[in-house]
């Protein structure tokens, strides 16, 4: 199979890069063009700040900078874009390449609420891809979900049965949640900031959407009741979430313990490049899950830092609490994305 040729939307920021690295030897996708503000049209790639690890990958290094414009990204017979741009950008230029057929797997929050968009999580509700030909353009937009959204989302996944009634979060965020160049050192250095604009509220809308139903009049939210308080802290990758679960029944310990264990990747989704055998992981150990020893969950390889942790599980009667764990970077943003586009080619997007 030739590989599908991709463009990188916001290609010289954090998720940007994080999209560079998970798709430079990607098995479906071929990055054909970067793009970044006008200002970088023509700049080579290996000449911006490497905010990867890993730096930029030596085939992508020579690639320059092309305008972000839809009909010539269209013209380098690009059939999909992954954006990791601001939303006040992405509310523009990305209903501008789906109009051009370009099917675009976006990490903004622009068009998260729109009711013809999934909020896609493929192991929650690969299902929801039957929004898609409610969209109107040719090309289709799929969203993930915020970051901190996506680690609650896949840890309460497992307990999806057991009738949850209302949640009460507390989430710890990393400072590259904030992109480059991020918090300031002086505001966040041995500090706390117990306020991220807009984080809460993406966490209430976004984790009904996600597991909503879907009937003849469009996807109908979960109706969960939804508390959320959101805190940015000194750490540089890794979203933590304390979880206070309220069900409408009682359970024991012994059930709640086997929805985690015997949680895994539906056939749908199982054997994509970036899906995990076992997308949530459930430790016993004391002090865990901890940003500095499990944000890289998962498989080696392709699906490292694709799981989420779950630890410190607790049920009293209708009451379950944990805590969860997801690396921002790749579960909660890039990867995926790519995991989202994975899913969307297998389910025959690109066919049409």
């Known amino acids: 199979m030739d590989k599908i040729r991709v463009a990188v939307l916001g290609a010289t920021g954090m998720v940007g890069q994080y999209f560079l690295h998970l798709l430079h030897d990607h098995p479906f996708f071929q990055v054909a063009a970067v793009c970044a503000s006008d200002a970088r049209i023509g700049q080579l790639l290996g000449q911006v700040r490497p905010l990867h690890p890993a730096g930029i990958a030596p085939e992508l290094a020579e690639m320059r900078f092309t305008s972000m414009d839809a009909d010539a990204i269209a013209a380098l017979e690009v059939q999909a874009a992954f954006s990791g741009l601001p939303a006040e950008i992405a509310r523009t230029i990305e209903p501008a390449l789906a109009g051009c057929g370009i099917h675009i797997f976006s990490n903004a929050s622009a068009f998260r609420m729109d009711p013809a968009v ?61 992109g480059y160049p991020g918090v300031p ?28 139903c879907i009937g ?15 805190v940015r802290v000194p ?7 304390s979880t206070h679960i309220e069900l409408n029944r009682e359970v024991t310990a012994a059930e709640v313990e086997e929805c985690y264990s015997s949680f895994q990747t539906p056939v749908e989704v199982a054997g994509l490049p970036s899906a995990p ?13 901890q940003p500095a020893r499990d ?44 995991l989202n586009a994975e899913l969307a080619l297998r389910a025959g997007l690109f066919s049409h």
């Open 118 to 178: 999934p909020i896609l999580i493929p192991e929650i509700n690969h299902h929801h891809l039957a929004l898609l030909p409610r969209q109107q353009h040719k090309g289709r937009i799929v969203t993930n979900a915020n970051c901190t959204s996506t680690g609650l989302a896949l840890s309460l996944a497992p307990l999806r049965e057991l009738s949850i009634r209302r949640l009460i979060v507390a989430s710890y965020q990393a400072v590259s949640g904030a």
């Open 185 to 212: 050192a002086l505001d966040i250095s041995g500090n706390l900031i117990p306020w991220i604009e807009g984080e809460e509220g993406k966490v209430r809308q976004e984790c009904n959407k996600i597991f909503g």
């Open 216 to 230: 003849a009049g469009g996807l109908e939210p979960a109706g969960w009741e939804v508390h959320a308080h959101c």
């Open 235 to 241: 750490t540089l990758v890794g979203h933590l979430v």
């Open 277 to 289: 055998v076992r997308p949530v992981l459930l430790t016993h150990e004391a002090g865990r899950p």
């Open 295 to 338: 944000i890289e969950a998962g498989e080696p390889g392709r699906t490292s830092g694709m799981a989420v942790v779950v630890g410190r599980l607790e049920v009293s009667g209708s009451v379950i609490r944990q805590v969860n764990l997801a690396n921002n970077l790749v579960r909660g943003a890039a990867g995926g994305s790519v």
